[in-house]
């Protein structure tokens, strides 16, 4: 199956806009006092998506964005978005105090992790994205004055492609054990890309790597039209403000294998955190349960996996 989300795109388009939104909520949290990013409001900004500019400064507020009743909108995103930060943080840390000195970030996005956490000498993170992706968060933190605080390697590829050739060319290691981060992506791959993925990831990992991963509830049962016009009818106050998510992007067809199982047979042992979990961790409130939480926030499934000496 051809991906909705075929072709290249920016921070502003196609599945970068959703990257700019996490970076938006990214941004709330931090003016909330829940996570500290500091330089998700000047990527928003610099971006220059309207809304989503306006919605990271306060000026929107999601209150008056949202549908009434509705289980999908913006209300939900700033607690998520800071617990799956903070989860992948603590990754890094994890991964670093048991002497892991390669990660490799896939989908990157937005992501200033290399900017923020303080990382130990030697470590080297490689960060796969878009090449117009990759450009952008570059350039624009160093117009800020700002250098990552890490070695790190740009890797322009499209993860639904086979991006393990560039990825080498960068000298990554295959004989390290690497830690390896899928945040925010399986969402905006299809089932069968998905697999190829972790297919991947298995194939370049030596024993001892980690994968920390955001895994998506299985939709094949769902009506993927039905559940896009769920999503329309949620967002409509988004396209008054003159901003219009493409659900194309965020909606496949097609059996999607859990993650934690399809790992644990090519010899991961997986550890899971359901977002409930997650959010009640952190004391951040639950967010509201609806008929159908594999819409929502909710149906989200956070996993810490370790490669064993069996391959």
């Not at 409930?276 to 499934?301: K, Y």
């Amino acid at each position: 199956m051809t991906p909705p989300n075929d072709g290249a795109w920016d921070p502003a388009t196609g599945v970068g806009a959703t990257a700019t939104m996490a970076a938006a909520a990214r941004a709330v949290a931090t003016r909330d006092g829940t996570i500290n990013d500091v330089f998700a409001e000047p990527l928003v900004r610099a971006v220059g998506v309207n809304f989503l500019t306006r919605w990271a400064t306060g000026e929107l507020v999601a209150s008056d964005l949202d549908v009434e009743g509705s289980p999908w909108g913006l209300a939900q995103m700033p607690a998520s978005i800071a617990a799956r930060t903070a989860y992948f943080d603590e990754f890094c840390g994890d991964a670093a105090a048991a002497g892991i000195r390669q990660v490799v970030i896939l989908a990157s996005g937005l992501d200033a992790r290399t900017y923020r956490l303080d990382w130990p000498t030697g470590m080297t993170v490689f960060e796969i994205d878009q090449p117009a992706v990759i450009k952008f968060k570059t350039t624009t933190l160093a117009q800020l004055g700002v250098e990552p605080k890490v070695d790190v390697r740009p890797v322009a590829a499209d993860l639904r492609e086979d991006w393990s050739i560039a990825l080498k060319t960068t000298d990554f290691d295959t004989s390290k054990a690497t830690a390896w981060i899928a945040e925010g992506l399986f969402g905006y791959l299809a089932p069968e890309a998905q697999d190829r993925l972790l297919d991947a990831v298995t194939a370049l990992s030596a024993p001892g790597s980690r994968l920390g991963s955001e895994a998506v509830p299985n939709t094949a049962d769902m009506d993927p039209n039905a559940a896009r016009e769920r999503m329309r009818e949620a967002t409509a106050k988004w396209r008054e403000h003159g901003f219009e998510l493409d659900f194309d992007v965020i909606a496949f067809e097609g059996e999607r294998h859990d993650v934690s199982a399809y790992l644990d047979a090519r010899g991961w042992t997986s550890v899971a955190t359901p977002m409930a979990e997650l959010l009640a961790g952190r004391g951040l409130g639950a967010i509201a349960q609806s008929d159908d939480d594999r819409q929502t926030m909710n149906g989200v499934t956070y996993y810490t996996s370790t490669l064993g000496t069996a391959r």
